[in-house]
T-cell receptor, first 112, second 114 residues
């Protein structure tokens, strides 16, 4: 069963706009990771944020983590057509470490 | 450094057969995990191996098994294939066991069961 839920399930924006995806989870975690997947291919790691961190940046990506609300968000700024993909959050649950639990993902379409 | 490699990339099998998938982790990585991805169930954890030992297991039937070799390469086996086993099987490697490190994924093996 999935621990995480992602919102929205699908998002369509124009190039240059920002895209925000949200992830909620159920149990205490060690860390939360965001991945990108293009057309059923392998997962590309984007960012790992640990439970004691609140915000992380990587290029055009910004991830926040609120452990009190058991939620995280991924912001992609100045989106490009190449950002079109599915985005997944994955949690490493405390007490069951090493087993990533994935959300259902958000499908992002960036129109040129 | 070369990434995680998986072979074969595509497989077609018939019900009742068995299949073996292979995964070579990033050099120096000692932990290998396997995941199944289907449209209906999404990404689900199968098992994790570290130092040739299974450290964690997901909720899959015993038909799904795996092993890890001394060079950290891993194989997973599915016996008595069912139609529902059609999926993308993804392997991931990380430096150490325990989920504290980033897991890097391979391109996957797409298995079709007819």
């Amino acid at each position: 069963s999935q621990q995480g839920e992602e919102d929205p399930q699908a998002l369509s924006i124009q190039e240059g706009e920002n895209a925000t995806m949200n992830c909620s989870y159920k149990t205490s975690i060690n860390n939360l990771q965001w991945y990108r997947q293009n057309s059923g291919r392998g997962l590309v790691h984007l960012i790992l944020i640990r439970s004691n961190e609140r915000e992380k940046h990587s290029g055009r990506l910004r991830v926040t983590l609120d452990t009190s609300k058991k939620s995280s968000s991924l912001l992609i700024t100045a989106s490009r057509a190449a950002d079109t993909a599915s985005y997944f959050c994955a949690t490493d649950a405390r007490g069951n470490t090493g087993k990533l639990i994935f959300g259902q993902g958000t499908t992002l379409q960036v129109k040129p | 450094k070369a990434g995680v490699t998986q072979t074969p990339r595509y497989l077609i099998k018939t019900r009742g057969q068995q299949v073996t998938l292979s995964c070579s982790p990033i050099s120096g990585h000692r932990s290998v995990s396997w995941y199944q991805q289907t449209p209906g169930q999404g990404l689900q954890f199968l098992f994790e191996y570290f130092s040739e030992t299974q450290r964690n297991k997901g909720n899959f039937p015993g038909r799904f098994s795996g092993r890890q070799f001394s060079n950290s390469r891993s194989e997973m086996n599915v016996s008595t294939l069912e139609l529902g086993d059609s999926a993308l099987y993804l392997c991931a490697s990380s430096l150490e066991w325990g989920g504290t490190d980033t897991q890097y994924f391979g391109p996957g093996t797409r298995l079709t069961v007819l």
